[in-house]
């Protein structure tokens, strides 16, 4: 069985940081694609950014020289460290997991995570 947990959310002013963690079990984080996506209230899930199984890394143009995505392939876990927080950035942060080569689609992932919420203040 696979889960996905997150951690790390909270609360920040804008130009903040915070590093979001996504603790995985029953699937290795080095063999399958990982993505981060967020989803603010009221709209769609939208892809911030993935790793793919080789660890080539890709990410949103709103995220962009912001937010990093990395993994550790001993704790089987995968990070987002954010940077130059700003208030649309606030949202619901998923931990994904896919077969898919470099996904960005929530289709093309097959596992989630439950969420951990991120609110930039301005």
């Known amino acids: 069985q696979v889960q996905l947990v997150e951690s790390g959310g909270g609360l920040v002013q804008a130009g903040g940081s915070l590093r979001l963690s996504c603790a995985a079990s029953g699937r290795t984080v080095s063999s399958y694609a990982m993505g981060w996506f967020r989803q603010a209230p009221g709209k769609e899930r939208e892809f911030a950014a993935g790793i793919s199984w080789s660890g080539g890394t890709y990410y949103a143009d709103s995220v962009k020289g912001r937010f990093t995505i990395s993994r550790s392939n001993a704790k089987n876990m995968v990070y987002l460290q954010m940077n130059s927080l700003k208030p649309e950035d606030t949202g619901v942060y998923y931990c994904?997991?896919?077969?898919?080569?470099?996904?960005?689609?929530?289709?093309?992932?097959?596992?989630w995570g439950q969420g951990t919420q991120v609110t930039v203040s301005s």
């Open positions: 994904a997991s896919s077969w898919a080569s470099s996904p960005r689609s929530p289709a093309e992932f097959e596992y």
